[in-house]
C-alpha cells in the first residue's frame, strides 16, 4: 500500500507536519510506502476560474495553469490513500491548503470522473493556537475530500491540550490504515 501525506504548513517540521509523520510511522511500520509532501514548498497559482467560472478542465481534463499542480494531483491518483493535514488559521484551512484543494475539485468533480473514488483519506485539523476552530477546519476539509470522492477513513481535530495523546493515535490510524 502506498500513502501519500500532505501536510500545509510553512513549518517544516512543526505540529501539523509531525502529525502527518505520525501516520506515515504507522504506515511504515506494516509494511506500506509512504511519502509526505510539504506543500507550501511547491509553486501553486490559485485558480483563475477560467472559461466563464466553468474552467477548462471540465472539459479538457487538465489545468491550463503551469506549476507544480499536475504533478501533485499525479502524485495522489498513483496511491491508495491520502493523509491531509493543515493547521488551523482563523478557524480554518490553511491558505496553501485552499489554494491546491480547490483546484483539485475544480479538475476532479465534474462528470462521472471520480479518480479518487477507491481511495480513503484521513484529515487532520491542527488548530496549535487557542484551539478554536479545529472542528470547524475539519468540517470544511471534510466537504473538500468527500467531494473529491474520497472514502474518509478518520478525521481527527488536533490541539495542544489533545497533541500527545492524538500523535500515538494517528500511528495506530496508520497501522489500521494498512491492516484494514
Ligand atoms: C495566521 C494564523 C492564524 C491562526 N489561527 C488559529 C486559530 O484559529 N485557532 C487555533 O487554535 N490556532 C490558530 N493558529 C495557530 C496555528 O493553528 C498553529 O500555529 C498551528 O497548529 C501550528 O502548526 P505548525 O507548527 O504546523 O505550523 C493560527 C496561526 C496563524 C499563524
Given at each position: 500500500?502506498?500513502?501519500?501525506?500532505?501536510?500545509?504548513?510553512?513549518?517544516?517540521?512543526?505540529?501539523?507536519?509531525?502529525?502527518?509523520?505520525?501516520?506515515?510511522?504507522?504506515?511504515?511500520?506494516?509494511?506500506?510506502?509512504?511519502?509526505?509532501?510539504?506543500?507550501?514548498?511547491?509553486?501553486?497559482?490559485?485558480?483563475?476560474?477560467?472559461?466563464?467560472?466553468?474552467?477548462?478542465?471540465?472539459?479538457?481534463?487538465?489545468?491550463?495553469?503551469?506549476?507544480?499542480?499536475?504533478?501533485?494531483?499525479?502524485?495522489?491518483?498513483?496511491?491508495?490513500?491520502?493523509?491531509?493535514?493543515?493547521?488551523?488559521?482563523?478557524?480554518?484551512?490553511?491558505?496553501?491548503?485552499k489554494?491546491?484543494?480547490?483546484?483539485?475539485?475544480?479538475?476532479?468533480?465534474?462528470?462521472?470522473?471520480?479518480?479518487?473514488?477507491?481511495?480513503?483519506?484521513?484529515?487532520?485539523?491542527?488548530?496549535?493556537?487557542?484551539?478554536?476552530?479545529?472542528?470547524?477546519?475539519l468540517?470544511?476539509?471534510?466537504?473538500?475530500?468527500?467531494?473529491?470522492?474520497?472514502?474518509?477513513?478518520?478525521?481527527?481535530?488536533?490541539?495542544?491540550?489533545?497533541?500527545?495523546?492524538?500523535l500515538?493515535?494517528?500511528?495506530?490510524?496508520?497501522?489500521?490504515?494498512?491492516?484494514?
Amino acid at each position: 500500500m502506498k500513502v501519500v501525506a500532505i501536510q500545509s504548513s510553512p513549518n517544516l517540521d512543526g505540529l501539523t507536519a509531525s502529525l502527518a509523520r505520525a501516520v506515515l510511522k504507522g504506515v511504515a511500520a506494516e509494511g506500506g510506502e509512504t511519502e509526505l509532501v510539504h506543500l507550501n514548498r511547491l509553486e501553486l497559482k490559485p485558480c483563475i476560474a477560467c472559461d466563464g467560472g466553468w474552467g477548462k478542465c471540465r472539459s479538457e481534463g487538465v489545468c491550463i495553469l503551469e506549476d507544480d499542480f499536475q504533478a501533485l494531483r499525479e502524485k495522489i491518483g498513483e496511491a491508495d490513500a491520502l493523509v491531509f493535514a493543515t493547521p488551523v488559521y482563523w478557524h480554518d484551512l490553511s491558505e496553501s491548503a485552499k489554494v491546491f484543494l480547490d483546484r483539485l475539485r475544480r479538475c476532479e468533480t465534474h462528470g462521472d470522473f471520480k479518480a479518487f473514488a477507491s481511495k480513503r483519506a484521513i484529515g487532520i485539523a491542527s488548530a496549535g493556537g487557542s484551539g478554536r476552530g479545529a472542528v470547524r477546519a475539519l468540517y470544511n476539509l471534510e466537504d473538500y475530500l468527500r467531494r473529491l470522492g474520497f472514502e474518509i477513513f478518520d478525521l481527527v481535530p488536533v490541539t495542544r491540550v489533545s497533541k500527545d495523546h492524538k500523535l500515538g493515535m494517528l500511528e495506530h490510524v496508520g497501522r489500521r490504515l494498512v491492516r484494514s
